[in-house]
């Protein structure tokens, strides 16, 4: 179904969480398989508390545990029974220098449902011990400090990434990338309200260097600046990170769901003659040159008396409208033999097919003209008609292609792919991208907040102050709290109080 479709890339990230609260119990030995279920040839078994070290010598033994972060073979029993239950590698982590900043231990043995099952139970009945929660051990590791709130969700993305560019954006945000770009500015806007706070308490006395609210003013000024190029990215790091809507669209016995299983490479939606036979949204995932893409079939847009396939149009008009680029299929044979009036009739389809609202000209840019059954036409005829349309700039790009015969692929695969890297961009170049709808959020919460200082400086410079202090509250929702002290230091770092 639709719906199950749209999971396999955004579902599983609906249980990405940020913990602002205290762990469940600081105290407690969790443990977990955090190898994922099922058999495989090695499975991890990962231990992380103060009880870490007893969790080791109950299932290994009295002996030392092995020096930090090396592996040692050893025989797992069970500590009641003494029964053994596989041999395999461990290791010791001692905190702080392990990921979850607290002792850690790892069991590394075979990935049977058995052996994985007995080393659990094992661990269970340890004193101290207890099954970990959902991501608890990434929750540690927060309160450890060893990860921050972005890094966090960089690192579930990269648990989550299906193509090479999701893992890319991934691992440049879980390393800490955007984390730092927020840091700088969280910090700049710290020394600013420093500077203004310093103002308002010693300012009269002649205590504040003179041109002190000139720098805050440029410094706000340019901080609005880098927001605004930041929020205005296209959202590409958001689309990259849940896919991009993909919709084929046209008119009935184009060709559209022909087209859908060729680039599923299997019989993902029915092919009939039958015009109407597609009457509800067909999705599925892809990876297209390394980018996630989330692919709809529509039905065919028609006026018709049909009620179900009036529905079906009303969905496929929806769909259209929400795409991030649409395929618009049309029958080749339909096509002028004249070239030149091949614009004409185009220019037509893409009216019946995309939307108005955000203007024409709006939606021709994130489109992509299909010709399918260019099989069916003369050899001669398709040549011209490629070439004129590859000289005519007032459409979007085209491609002539059989869905039959695959002749045409390649070019249409190529064009695909330059549209899908133009609205996801590359991951690793430039400023990181946002990938997070509450980053944008906080982001807003920030600019608007430092619209407020600059329409109260010259007013009642607390309420500017005030104005600096939200934004940096809007920051620290993304990167953390900043607190008074903090602030005090910078006070007594930059000015000679008493100059």
Not at 40 to 69: I, W
Not at 323 to 331: P, Q, R
Not at 368 to 383: C, R, T
């Amino acid at each position: 179904t639709a719906a199950s479709a749209r999971t396999q890339f955004s579902g599983a990230r609906a249980s990405h969480r940020l913990w602002s609260s205290a762990p469940l119990c600081a105290t407690d030995t969790i443990f977990a398989l955090s190898s994922g279920q099922g058999k495989c040839g090695v499975a991890v078994v990962r231990v992380s508390g103060p009880a870490s070290a007893l969790a080791l010598r109950g299932l290994t033994g009295p002996d030392r545990p092995p020096a930090p972060r090396t592996a040692a073979l050893r025989s797992i029993f069970h500590p009641q029974s003494k029964e053994i239950l596989d041999r395999g590698l461990v290791f010791w982590f001692p905190g702080p220098h392990s990921f979850t900043g607290e002792d850690s231990a790892e069991f590394h043995v075979h990935g049977g449902p058995a052996v994985v099952s007995g080393v659990l139970d094992a661990l269970g009945s340890l004193p101290g011990l207890r099954p970990a929660e959902a991501g608890e051990f990434t929750r540690r590791a927060f309160h450890a400090g060893k990860l921050g709130l972005t890094e966090v969700e960089g690192l579930g993305d990269l648990i989550h990434a299906e193509t090479e560019a999701q893992r890319r954006q991934a691992l440049r945000q879980m390393a800490g990338d955007l984390a730092q770009l927020y840091r700088d500015w969280s910090q700049r806007l710290t020394q600013c309200l420093a500077h203004v706070e310093a103002f308002i308490d010693f300012g009269e006395d002649d205590l504040i260097e003179d041109g002190v609210l000139d720098q805050v003013d440029n410094s706000v000024a340019q901080l609005q600046t880098e927001i605004t190029c930041h929020l205005h990215d296209g959202r590409k790091g958001e689309r990259l990170r849940s896919g991009v809507q993909v919709v084929i669209a046209g008119e009935t016995n184009a060709g559209k769901s022909s087209l859908l299983n060729l680039l599923c490479r299997r019989p993902a939606a029915i092919v009939s003659p039958i015009a109407g036979t597609t009457r509800d949204v067909v999705e599925t995932c892809l990876d297209i040159g390394g980018f996630p893409v989330l692919l709809s079939d529509t039905a065919g847009l028609r006026e018709t008396a049909d009620a179900v396939e009036q529905e079906g149009v009303r969905r496929a008009r929806e769909k259209v409208e929400q795409a991030d680029l649409t395929l618009v299929v049309v029958d080749a044979t339909q096509l002028p033999t004249d070239p030149l009036q091949v614009p004409v009739f185009l220019g037509a389809h893409l009216l019946a097919v995309l939307p108005h609202g955000v203007g024409l000209e709006e939606s021709l840019r994130h489109c992509i003209l299909v010709l399918n059954k260019s099989d069916l036409l003369p050899v001669e005829q398709v040549e011209k008609t490629q070439t004129f349309l590859n000289k005519n700039p007032g459409l979007p790009p085209a491609s002539l292609l059989s869905c039959h015969t695959s002749h045409g692929l390649e070019n249409f695969m190529t064009s695909l792919q330059s549209r899908l890297s133009s609205l996801c961009g590359d991951p690793l170049a430039g400023t990181p991208s946002l990938t997070q709808a509450r980053h944008r959020a906080h982001l807003h919460e920030c600019f608007q907040a430092l619209g407020q200082y600059q329409q109260y400086r010259d007013v009642d410079l607390a309420l500017a102050a005030e104005g600096v202090r939200l934004a940096l509250t809007g920051l620290g929702r993304i990167t953390g709290k900043v607190g008074a002290e903090e602030i005090l230091d910078i006070i007594f770092r930059d000015f000679c109080i008493g100059k």
